[in-house]
């Protein structure tokens, strides 16, 4: 009685609980669990430790990572104790989610692959090979398409996808962005790239009227982001796809004011989050950028079909 007892006591916290019901589901590393639950190593650590104390956690090295799991028989009087408190913690559903996602990452070689390419592109000089020139190669393999520009600014990208596209609707909620971006359409003959003024939350585009919804560094300016991606699904028509490219999650608190960000950028979990709840489907997520210089910015690229 007393182990139980020492269990129960255990169990009151609420972290330790939601790590005893990851790890009754998966294997999970350290980093892992830091991802899933958007905690500190210490403090994961430290739970841990003291779960592998009490014998309800084991462990296992592979090569230099270390796997935990939950040691509770499925018919023990605790795991059905476990199951009903954890029923009552508020983050039951979103841990879950996340443990899926983290569960498709490991499983997406290519994934891991690109993220390894995208560190060595332009390390060594070629002549002629540039992201500028791959970017206009690969454009031209592109059917034609409506593409939405969400968060435009003065419409660079969306100039560069006019080329091609077989329209471009470039939305900016900064008068002059879209005045100016506008000018230089004219100015370029550009006939088929239209600026309108609107926010990204509430768009000025019909439903279900755009093969690509775009997002370039524009969703940490939104005050509701998921509002924005939910905006995203509504205008696009089925088998449409959303493409965000934003910042990872980062702790440089003067971007706020230098750079009028709204949110220090988004992890991975939360991107996949917003776009499971609009209604996307086949949700792909990836690192594809990491800066040198500090604060060391990376960029998460995010895709997702309307089904």
Known sequence: MASI???????????RLRLL???????????????ILAMGQSRISASLALLKREGLVVDRRVGKNIFYRADLAEDSPLAGLLTLAGDEIPESKRDLSALALTLRK????????????AGKFGRTYIPGRSWQALAHGL?????????ADLGAGEGTLSQLLARHAERVIAVDS??????FGAGVARENGFTNL???????????????????ALFSQALHHAARPPRAVAEAFRILKSGGRILILDLASHNYEQARELYAHVWLGFSEVELDQ??????FERIELSTVSREKQAPHFQTILATAVKP
Do not use: C
């Open 5 to 15: 007892l020492k269990s129960f006591r255990v169990l009151s916290d609420p972290t």
């Open 21 to 35: 019901r990851l790890l009754r589901e998966e294997e999970l590393t350290v980093a892992e669990l830091q991802e």
């Open 106 to 117: 490991r499983k997406d070689r290519a994934a891991e692959y690109f993220n390894r390419l």
């Open 139 to 147: 454009l031209q393999l592109l059917p034609p398409m409506v593409i």
């Open 174 to 179: 900064s008068e002059k962005m879209v005045e």
């Open 194 to 212: 239209e600026y309108r003024l609107g926010d990204i939350e509430a768009p000025p585009i019909d439903d279900a009227t755009v093969d690509v």
């Open 274 to 279: 917003m776009l499971t709840g609009a209604g």
